[in-house]
């Protein structure tokens, strides 16, 4: 497999004037079935080691099950995945301590790291609160022609300045450590589409319906 193509700083930051982009091609659909086959399997201990950026993690420390996911902020299966399904999959296994998330980024392009980079620089630990509402209005900023703007407002609203707005998008250790963590997905554990999840170590690809995720996950329970 190709090596992940490294995004600069300058990318990012032109990319959120250019043309739309294409927010489906990458992501696979679910299969309407009960249980869903894995696609391999690969080593939890080398899984959950640490990575350049601090792990974002939902869910108990000591829960029998953990779940990691490689997504993009501009793929539409990962989009549909967090607002539909995902509510009601914390509900039912992270806050009840059976299941816990650990989210990790997989940008397919520069929208979609400057959208994690907000993401990480957002104040108040509010990393996920952020991806939340990036994947709640993907459609007007990542289909927008200049996605400047509305990241800029929604990036107001969680509480950047405008200073802290641009030197987030302009720092570029923070870029690259975004782009390795992609780069060790790909290379270490086979990740090419998103969104891809690591349920105990056992691999599966597209948006997962709560069906689909409470049939793997209920077994380890």
């Not at 899984?47 to 902020?73: C, F, H, N, R």
Request: glycine share 6%; with cysteine; aromatic share 8%.
């Amino acid at each position: 497999m190709a090596a992940a193509h490294v995004l600069s700083r300058r990318s990012t930051l032109a990319a959120l004037a250019g043309a739309p982009l294409a927010l489906s091609v990458f992501g696979l659909p679910a299969f309407a079935q009960s249980a869903p086959q894995p696609e391999g399997e690969v080593d939890m201990e080398k899984l959950l080691e640490p990575g350049p950026l601090p792990e974002m993690v939902k869910g108990d420390a000591d829960a029998p099950v953990t779940i990691v996911e490689y997504a993009s902020m501009t793929c539409g299966h990962c989009a549909n995945f967090h607002n539909n399904a995902w509510p009601e999959l914390k509900e039912k296994y992270v806050d009840t301590g059976k299941a816990r998330l650990v989210l990790r980024e997989f940008p397919f392009d520069p929208r979609a790291a400057a959208a994690f980079m907000l993401a990480r620089c957002a104040p108040n630990d509010g990393y996920f609160p952020m991806i939340d509402v990036l994947f709640k209005q993907q459609a007007q900023w990542a289909r927008a022609e200049n996605a400047r703007q509305p990241l800029e407002n929604i990036a107001k609203l969680a509480g950047f300045t405008q200073e802290s707005f641009e030197a987030c998008l302009t720092d570029q250790q923070l870029l690259n450590d975004v782009n390795a963590i992609r780069q060790r997905g790909a290379e270490e554990f086979g990740v090419n589409a998103t969104p891809t999840f690591f349920i105990n170590g056992s691999k599966y690809t597209g948006a997962l319906s709560v069906e689909e995720m409470s049939a793997i996950i209920d077994p380890l329970l």
